[in-house]
């Protein structure tokens, strides 16, 4: 497995790839690998000949408040499984690689982020299409893959890539959990043992939403009441948003007669945590 550091090493070893006619997918990740992680690359071995996996922390879109500085990161952790997943390459800037001196382009799109994370997270996804679109034009896959538990991200970077014309599929991969049903993310480890328990509620809400609409509920608002009520009910949960969405547009949903896309943040402590499930659908229809 190759380690490249600057963009012209991870051309260099695209364009090797190339010259073989093979083709490339790319994994992007802040690092920090768990299950998830190893689920899309796995994935991207199944159809591509040669998998990169880019690992940058980017500080365009954590917050000013936000965990940028104690994210976690362990790079030789990662490398290594990486590599026994069958990564070819793991591309992995500096800050300055990724934004030299000077920089001033960003990325924005609209509509979609006027809800969910991108009201509770201002300059989250203009930080996330920035370095996507960046992600993009230096490595040049053929397919790019993402996890559905950041379902708003992944409907953003499609509609980044249909508008800019760029030539890729992005392929989504069913969110991985752990045994209790949590949706693994690097997060994870900043919960108190407390925490990490009661955490759970988020996916035992998800599964309460499917069985109502499996059980014939169509009214929206009384779905999203119930999770509230549910995530209500633990001491150590903080509700940020709990909303259903129409897909892909992301917008209100009174009645539920389509797929649509129920997201919800909560915070433990001062660990946010996100999930969501497609009520009448499945992680397709993103």
């Keep these: ?39 899309l690359m796995r994935r991207a071995r199944e159809s591509c ?22 994210y976690p990161r362990d790079f030789a952790r990662d490398a290594a499984m990486a590599e026994e997943a069958g990564v070819a390459a793991v591309f992995a800037p ?6 030299p001196s000077g920089f001033a382009t ?18 989250h996804f203009r930080g996330v299409a920035t370095v996507v679109a960046k992600l993009f034009n230096i490595v040049r896959p053929d397919r790019a893959f993402f996890g559905q538990k950041d379902a708003q991200q992944l409907l953003v970077v499609r509609r980044l890539a ?36 009661a955490a759970v509620v988020l996916y035992q809400s998800l599964r309460e939403a499917e069985e109502m609409v499996r059980g014939g509920e169509r009214d929206a608002g009384r779905v999203r009441r119930k999770i509230e009520e549910m995530i209500a009910a633990v001491p150590e949960a903080r509700i940020d948003y709990v909303e259903i969405r129409s897909l892909p547009a992301l917008e209100p949903v009174q009645e539920l007669d389509a797929p649509a896309l129920l997201a919800l943040a909560v915070r433990f402590g001062t660990t946010r945590l996100i999930d969501n499930t497609v009520l009448n659908g499945s992680a397709a229809d993103l």
């Design 49 to 70: 000949d040669a998998v990169v996996v880019s690992i940058f922390v980017n500080p365009l879109q954590f917050g000013p408040q936000e965990d940028f500085a104690r």
């Design 162 to 197: 249909a508008d800019l014309n760029m030539d890729l599929e992005i392929v989504v991969v069913p969110t991985v959990r752990e045994a209790d049903g949590l949706a693994m993310s690097s997060r994870n480890v900043y919960l108190e043992p407390e925490q990490r328990r």
């Design 1 to 39: 497995m190759q380690i490249c550091r600057t963009v012209k090493e991870i051309r260099a070893f695209v364009q090797q790839v190339r010259s073989r006619g093979g083709s490339v997918g790319l994994v992007p990740t802040m690092g920090y690998f768990h299950q998830g992680h190893l689920a």
């Design 94 to 99: 500096s800050a300055e690689e990724m934004y």
């Design 106 to 123: 960003h990325v924005e799109v609209g509509g979609l982020t006027d809800c969910l994370c991108g009201l509770s997270r201002p300059g």
